[in-house]
């Protein structure tokens, strides 16, 4: 496959120093494609590019509704392309097949509502303000921040892109999007939809490769006016502090350790069938995974024995493979990151009750059976870190109080699930959870139009719905002196 170009102001261009990196199937531990790997040359003049296409008009100028008509375009070709771009995502990724489709195609419905915003924007772009002093008018303006660059991780390859270029594009900033050198492919694929969709040059640029060759000269360019960044909380720091240098616009989704609370009440299908979709679903490679469960002790014996039950049924192979619920991790750094967590826990005597290993009918691949913790100490790095795998660490509580204070007690904020029967109680204990998001009986469900992001070291902004877009646009303020009396300060 031919991946080795960069995208670059409506061009594709060999990386100016000839250097390539390999892409790895999971499953298979095969190359799949060769990867242009971008180095300062083509960062510097993808900067460029986008500088240019920001300054000379050619998109921030045009109306919402012409932008819309490119983003709608967008979408279309990602639905076209449903089943190729779906395939090249589990190639690449390792995801089964269901999950990178239903990933596409949020990734065009992403398109398509920020097209709709886009035209929106036309008529509130500029509202007017009513002011203490009738002597002066107000009106407020929203304008595009400029040139942004996104930053992505690997685990929603092709729709974590989607989150940042469509509102971006829609706002009328022109982009450098990088996406992870772990799954560059569908990235690729974005900027050929710009090129056959005619996107003005420069307006949406592609580098692959590796943060640490060109991700601080981005962060740190001064014709950068904005950096969306989601990946892991190391690099969220080192891209707060980079972009201080200028002090840029910046948003991070970074990481989380979410807690799932279960009362007594809870049907216990409902909660094993939400634990596992909290948990199990891409992999666990999921920044929102419920992988922190608060079981109330009487229910606690039973749940787990279902939990375990049905987790030992989940089907893992192959993504292509029919029933495959649960795939490789994306590497051989995932894997070994997370069977290093899973030891840990094994060497300090928390008690394991399945999973932890290779499944015995895979011998190649990154595959990692569903993992259960048990009566994880609430000091234990299985409880308080980020291990974005299969696994899943669960404790007992009594009390309502003693479950949120458990689940707040973490350095992360960013999501948090809650199951009962009594609503009232759900929503109070809602309303204390210290997190981005929360869900009310279930786990994960993701809307486009409400706002994703997190709190605490899960980072700083929103994404989706109006928020994705308020992510790229100024808001100027115009204010006028209309009184026909002087002002008569200095001069009487
Ligand atoms: P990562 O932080 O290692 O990499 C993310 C991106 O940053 C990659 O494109 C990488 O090349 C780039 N990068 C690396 N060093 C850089 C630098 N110095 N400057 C600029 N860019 C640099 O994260 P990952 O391993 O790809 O993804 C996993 C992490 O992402 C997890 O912690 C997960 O929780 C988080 N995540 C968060 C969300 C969210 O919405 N909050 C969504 C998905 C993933």
Redesign the pocket.
């Known amino acids: 496959m031919n991946y080795n170009q960069l995208f670059i102001n409506g061009k594709w261009t060999s990386p100016r120093k000839g250097n390539t990196f390999y892409s790895i199937d999971p499953s298979t531990e095969q190359v799949i494609a060769q990867v242009a790997r971008a180095g300062l040359d083509d960062a510097r003049l993808a900067v460029e590019a986008a500088r240019a296409a920001f300054d000379n008009g050619s998109w921030c100028n045009l109306s919402g509704k012409q932008r819309a008509i490119f983003l709608r375009a967008f979408a279309n070709e990602i639905r076209n392309r449903l089943a190729e771009l779906s395939t090249l995502e589990v190639k690449d990724n390792g995801k089964p097949y269901a999950e990178a489709e239903w990933d596409v195609s949020d990734a065009a419905g992403c398109f398509e509502f920020y097209a709709n915003l886009a035209e929106s924007l036309d008529e509130h772009r500029e509202t007017p303000l009513s002011l203490s002093d009738d002597r002066f008018e107000c009106m407020i303006r929203k304008e595009p921040i400029g040139v942004a660059c996104a ?6 390859p092709l729709l ?1 892109a989607a989150w940042k270029v469509a509102p971006a594009l829609a706002a009328g900033c022109t982009m450098i999007l ?5 799954t560059s492919l569908t990235a690729i694929e974005l900027g050929r939809i710009a090129d056959k969709i005619g996107l003005p040059c420069g307006v949406l640029n592609i580098l692959t490769g ?3 060759d060109i ?2 000269y981005l ?1 740190d360019h001064p014709d950068i006016d904005k950096v969306a960044f ?4 190391p ?1 969220g720091k ?2 707060m502090r980079s972009s201080a240098v200028n002090v840029k616009n910046i948003s991070l ?4 350790k979410s807690a799932f609370i279960i009362f007594d009440d809870s049907d216990i299908d409902a909660a094993v069938e939400w634990i596992m979709f909290g948990i199990f679903w891409n992999q666990g490679q999921v ?1 929102s995974a419920t992988s922190r469960v608060l079981v109330q002790e009487g229910i606690y014996p039973k749940l787990i024995s279902r939990l375990v039950e049905e987790s030992q049924k989940i089907h893992i192979g192959n993504g292509f493979e029919d029933g495959v619920k649960l795939g490789p991790l994306v590497n051989e750094t995932q894997y070994k990151k997370v069977m290093a967590a899973v030891n840990q826990g094994v060497q300090d005597k928390v008690r394991l009750l399945i999973g932890g290993k290779r499944p015995n009918h895979l011998l190649q691949g990154y595959f990692i059976e569903p993992t259960i913790f048990v009566d994880v100490p609430e000091n234990h790095p299985l409880w308080t870190d ?1 291990i ?1 795998g299969p696994v899943v660490s669960i404790r007992q509580f009594k009390s309502e109080h003693e479950a949120v204070k458990s689940a707040n007690n973490s350095i992360f904020g ?1 999501a948090g699930a809650v199951m009962s029967k009594d609503l009232a109680c759900c929503h109070r204990v809602a309303r204390q959870l210290r997190a981005g998001i929360v869900w009310i009986n279930c786990s994960q469900p993701t809307f486009i139009e409400a706002p ?1 992001g ?1 709190c605490k070291q ?2 700083i902004g929103r994404e989706l719905g109006i928020w994705g877009l308020e992510n790229y646009l100024e808001t100027k303020q115009i204010t006028s002196y209309n009184a026909e009396k002087p002002w008569a300060w200095y001069i009487k």
Do not use: R
Request: charged share 10%.
């Open positions: 930053i992505i991780p690997w685990n929603y974590m990088k996406p992870s050198e772990v590796y943060g640490h991700g601080s962060t989601t990946g892991s909380v690099v080192q891209i989704e970074l990481g989380g920044c980020e974005f960013l994703w997190g899960s980072g």
